[in-house]
Nanobody, 122 residues
Framework: QVDLVESGGGLVQAGGSLRLSCAAS????????MGWFRQAPGKEREFVAA????????YYADVVKGRFTISRDNAKNTVYLQMNSLKPEDTAVYYC???????????????WGQGTQVTVSS
């Protein structure tokens, strides 16, 4: 069981950067694979990035590779998404999610935050 709260969203111009944070409650944060997802208006929720429990292995959707970086600080019970070179098509609500176990994947996440809005203007 883990509670997740996202922060850091906002308005940014194309080419700019934002860093999203996801704060987790509980003493077992390091037992979860963590992921970021996003959902744009009229679109299905899509996978963005994931990171394993130790913070060594990462997995990215092709559309964000080279621009986004996922990281975690288990001592702070926090996962981050650094977003650089933002594009208007990155506009979406971004969600943090937790997946019990060691498998880094784009599905199977059991716990979700409420989301934070990211809007990229052109």
């Amino acid at each position: 069981q883990v509670d997740l709260v996202e922060s850091g969203g906002g308005l940014v111009q194309a080419g700019g950067s934002l860093r999203l944070s996801c704060a987790a409650s509980g003493r077992t944060f390091s037992m979860y694979t963590m992921g970021w997802f996003r959902q744009a208006p009229g679109k299905e929720r899509e996978f963005v990035a994931a990171i394993n429990r130790g913070g060594v292995n990462t997995y990215y959707a092709d559309v964000v590779k080279g621009r986004f970086t996922i990281s975690r600080d288990n001592a702070k019970n926090t996962v981050y998404l650094q977003m650089n070179s933002l594009k208007p098509e990155d506009t979406a609500v971004y969600y943090c999610a937790a997946r019990p176990g060691a498998v880094v994947a784009d599905r199977g996440y059991d716990y979700w935050g409420q989301g934070t809005q990211v809007t990229v203007s052109s």
